[in-house]
């Protein structure tokens, strides 16, 4: 039986698909826009005030929850951050707290320049510290962020080597740990440090080496807060602040001794201090087991870490770059 509408045609296949994209096209050209435009979006700064410094912390859509957080951190942190620096009032901060570190490269249409391994950045040159909250120690590395740009701060914005803004920012976000300790006795066994000048300008880009190069760090800072006091530092910066001193002018300046040589001293004591690993042989049962602990304690921590660091190529080359860039970089 016919129908009274007449029979029954069988779609064409050809004009449904024709008809399907079309309509698959107009639904990517709405959401597209919409979607880019999402992702990205800003929430409002948040703008805090503390000992004299103002911040102002932005971040991606979605994580006024962990601004909150960093808020309370740097309102809890930065005064003594700022005091046992010697960093001065009067600054702005801004804080740009990203999913990912190179978005905010991205967004401003710079080169990628850290290693993957990093979590957070600072650079001086913008007034600016960049956080991922991907990292479980974010808390600790704020402060580390922080701690750069109070040194920047203090030392009245002068170039000043490497080495002594990671061992400072190490020490002030108290990131020295069993980890570290481990890394400066193994390589004391061998002797393999890392010269001055390599640790001046830049760190190395390998992960591997970069472990030694901040342990090394911590070692020297706190070296030379031992012989010449804790707030050695703070009376350099300020020396090179006020009178616009080089680093090392100002370091001879305050402590009467050239970079080389408090160089050579912190490697003499290197010696002695981390080279006690093979005489433990002939400490006694007690030293042996003490031996065997600490290298028990160091693989669990090496394997926590390892889930971390898996992504991460382990290139030897060692290709330096600059955790703070100057302006020379960024323009």
Known sequence: MRSALGPRRRPSFGRWTRTTLAAMALLVLLWGPASSSHA???TAPQQREVAGTVFVVDAAAGMEGFVRAVVQVI???????????????????????ERRLEDYFVREGLAYLPPEWAAGLAI?????????????????????????????????WGAVPRWVHEGLAISVAEQWDLERATTMLRAGVFGNYFGLEELTSGFPRAASMADLAYA???SMVRHMRQVHGDDVYRRIFARMRETGEKWGDALVSVTGVPPEEHFEAWRAQA????????????????WTLASVLLVMAWRRK?????????????DEEVETYPLDPDDEVFG
């Open 271 to 286: 010696r002695t201090t981390y080279r006690w690993i093979p005489l433990m042989g002939t400490a006694g049962a007690g």
């Open 216 to 218: 090394q760090a911590f």
């Open 40 to 42: 990205s979006q800003r």
């Open 124 to 156: 001086g040159s913008r007034r600016t510290f960049l956080l991922a909250p991907g990292n479980p120690a974010w808390e600790a590395t704020a402060v580390h962020e922080m701690a750069h740009l109070a040194i920047d701060m203090a030392a009245g």
């Open 302 to 314: 090496r394997r926590e870490k390892a889930a971390r660091l898996a992504r991460m190529a382990r």
């Open 75 to 97: 309102e809890r942190r930065w005064e003594d951050v700022a005091e046992t620096l010697g960093a001065p009032p009067g600054e702005t901060i801004t804080v740009h707290i």
